[in-house]
C-alpha cells in the first residue's frame, strides 16, 4: 500500500526560529494535508493543497505540492510556543478519494 | 459552525467487553469517516460512509468491529469483543464530499486492561 516517510521526526527549537518538515510517498498523490495535534484532541486541518506546484500560506505556515507530486513541505516561521504540538502530513492518491494516508508525525517542541 | 462531536472522550474497559463509540459530523457533511490511531502513529483509516452508505471498510476488522450510520447523519462504531491490542484514540471526521478536506473530532481514547 502507499507509505509516507515524514521528517524529521522531532524537532527542538528556540523561540522565533524557522521550522521545515517534509513528507515522501512511495506514489504519486492528488491531494496533500498538514494537520497538526495537541495533547487529548484530534488534528486540525492547517492547510489544504490540490496542485502540483501549489504554495499555500496560512499565517505564519507555509506549505507546498511538491511538482514530483510524490512529496509535500511545510515551513513554520518565526516560531512561538504555541506552536507545540504534533505536525502530520497526510496524503490522497489516484481515484481513492477520501481514503487518507498518513506520515508518522513531526513532534515540535518549542523553548521560549 | 459546531465541530465534529464525539462520545464518550475516554472509556476503560477489560478485554473481552464491548464498547460503542459515537459520533455527530459536521452538519451537511456528507462523508464520514473513522480512524484508528495508536500512540506515537498517524490515524489509521477503519471505514468511510458517504451519506448512510459503507464506501470502503476495507481495514476494519470486521470479525469484532462494526460500525453504522443509519439516516445518513450520527455514526456509531462498535467493538466486540475488544482485545488489549485495541488500545487507541478513535477518531472520527467528516468532509463535505469525498474529495474534499477532512475534520476531525476530539477522539476517544479507549483503554483495554
Known amino acids: 500500500g502507499q507509505q509516507l516517510n515524514q521528517s524529521p521526526q522531532s524537532m527542538f527549537i528556540q523561540e522565533g526560529e524557522d521550522v521545515s518538515m517534509n513528507c515522501t510517498s512511495s506514489?504519486?498523490?492528488?491531494?496533500w494535508l498538514w494537520y497538526k495535534q495537541e495533547p487529548g484532541e484530534g488534528p486540525v486541518l492547517l492547510i489544504a493543497l490540490y496542485k502540483a506546484g501549489e504554495l499555500t500560506s496560512n499565517g505564519r505556515l507555509t506549505a507546498q505540492f511538491g511538482i514530483t507530486r510524490k512529496d509535500s513541505f511545510l515551513n513554520i516561521s518565526a516560531s512561538i510556543p504555541s506552536d507545540v504540538g504534533i505536525y502530520f502530513c497526510?496524503?490522497?492518491?489516484?481515484?481513492?478519494?477520501?481514503?487518507?494516508?498518513f506520515g508518522q508525525g513531526t513532534i515540535l517542541t518549542v523553548h521560549p | 459552525e459546531a465541530g465534529v462531536a464525539q462520545s464518550p472522550r475516554y472509556k476503560i474497559i477489560e478485554k473481552r467487553q464491548s464498547v460503542a463509540f459515537w459520533c455527530n459530523p459536521i452538519s451537511g457533511h456528507a462523508t464520514l469517516y473513522w480512524y484508528q490511531q495508536i500512540l506515537g502513529q498517524g490515524p489509521k483509516l477503519l471505514i468511510q460512509f458517504q451519506n448512510n452508505g459503507v464506501v470502503d471498510d476495507s481495514q476494519l476488522p470486521k470479525d469484532r468491529f462494526s460500525a453504522e450510520r443509519l439516516k445518513g447523519v450520527d455514526s456509531t462504531l462498535k467493538i466486540q469483543p475488544a482485545k488489549l491490542e485495541d488500545s487507541a484514540v478513535y477518531l472520527c471526521a467528516s468532509s463535505q464530499d469525498r474529495r474534499y478536506e477532512q475534520y476531525f473530532g476530539p477522539g476517544t481514547r479507549l483503554t483495554v486492561t
Open positions: 506514489s504519486i498523490f492528488n491531494t
Open positions: 497526510a496524503g490522497q492518491g489516484g481515484t481513492s478519494y477520501g481514503k487518507l494516508t
